[in-house]
């Protein structure tokens, strides 16, 4: 089947795997083989990001199934020691503030189109 969506092996820390999870299952993302993963990272990354969410509310119950439901062999199960299991508060800080200057300034520039066209 051909996709546009990108596939990519993410290692989480283990209290965001639990938020995930738990955003799983507050969002209805689950399945007989258990949350649905995926597509609650599309979701909260487009929630993030303030983009709109591709992903259809009327999300499956089931998957498929051709779709393995272990890991492949090529994948390491256990997290590389050079990965910090954690990210230091300092830095999530810091790369919010930055976030949500970025967002503010891109919110004037769009205000300021605005009152241009309604002028």
Known sequence: MATDKKHIAVYLDKAVEDA????????GMESKKGP?????????????FGIDNTTPDNIPST?????????????????????PSTTPDTELAQR?????????????????????LRA
């Open 20 to 27: 995930l999870t738990e955003f799983c299952t507050a969002n």
């Open 96 to 116: 919010l503030a930055e976030l949500e200057n970025q967002l503010s300034e891109r919110l004037g520039g769009i205000e300021e189109r605005l009152g241009k």
């Open 63 to 83: 998957t498929p199934d051709n779709i393995p439901s272990t890991t492949p062999d090529n994948i390491p199960s256990t997290t590389p020691d050079n990965i």
């Open 36 to 48: 649905m993963y995926s597509a609650a990272v599309n979701k909260a990354l487009a929630q993030f």
